[in-house]
């Protein structure tokens, strides 16, 4: 027998008839979320074989999006009246695996529900379900990339990506939550990777043909190594005289 007082059975049978009305006035309205009509009078063409094969496209979406909608309500409804037909048994409110009294919580939240939270069904994929292409999309650029293979410097899908993207994306400066990014080169994917250069020291020290004559050009790698702390900074002039100091140095 139903655990629940008359009073609480009339409350809850009331909250599911409100609700099945209110679902079935919704597919009223919507001309039964559009599944009232054709395909073919929604898009007033005669014939699906035309010049606008994204406007087909489109519908076709719209459609299927239609349709899993209308499966939806279709399963609600059948849900509350199975629900009602518990009440007329005398067996609403009672879990259908345990046999145990489902919390009126639970029932404010769901009037519909035939279990309880431990023995609901759960509607979710096995590992061995899985669709067989996130082998190939996880991890980052898939199987392509390469950069945890010891011993690996070739080209990769990773590399492949970065050229592409120098081409130019939706991403701006102002969409960086690095507040210093100041430059659309820098929004690319590892945008702080050494191009060129191994050692940050490489990308500012110059010599000449010779190599016997050595330059320091203070660009932007060169101040963030001295930020960085792995400079001495000695090179740096006098900060009174910083103002007439040149861009390079010579050794």
């Not at 519908?59 to 279709?74: I, P």
């Not at 659309?184 to 000449?208: C, H, K, Q, R």
Request: with cysteine; glycine share 8%; hydrophobic share 30%.
């Amino acid at each position: 027998m139903t655990p629940l007082t008359p009073q609480q059975i009339s409350h809850y049978r009331q909250m599911l008839v409100n609700m099945k009305q209110g679902i079935e006035q919704a597919q009223l309205d919507s001309e039964h979320n559009g599944l009232a009509f054709s395909l073919k009078d929604e898009t007033g063409e005669l014939s699906p074989i035309d010049n606008h094969p994204g406007d087909m496209g489109t519908e076709m979406f719209e459609r299927s999006k239609d349709m899993a909608l209308h499966e939806q309500q279709d399963l609600k409804l059948e849900r509350i009246d199975t629900a009602l037909k518990a009440i007329e048994e005398g067996k609403y409110g009672i879990c259908q695996a345990c046999g145990q009294p489902i919390p009126t919580d639970r029932l404010d939240a769901l009037p519909d529900a035939a279990f309880c939270v431990e023995h609901a069904p759960r509607q979710h994929l096995e590992d061995n379900q899985r669709p067989v292409e996130e082998s190939f999309l996880a991890p980052a650029f898939g199987r392509s990339n390469r950069d945890d293979d010891d011993g690996y410097n070739g080209f990769d899908g990773e590399d492949a990506w970065q050229i592409v993207e120098h081409w130019g994306n939706s991403n701006s400066p102002a969409m960086s939550d690095n507040r210093e990014v100041d430059s659309y080169n820098e929004m690319y994917s590892e945008a702080d990777e050494n191009d060129g250069f191994v050692e940050p020291i490489e990308s500012f020290l110059a010599t000449d043909i010779t190599g016997r004559v050595v330059s320091v050009v203070r660009n932007r790698q060169y101040h963030e190594y001295l930020s960085h702390g792995e400079g001495d900074g000695e090179l740096e002039a006098d900060p009174a005289q910083s103002n007439a100091a040149d861009s390079s140095t010579w050794l």
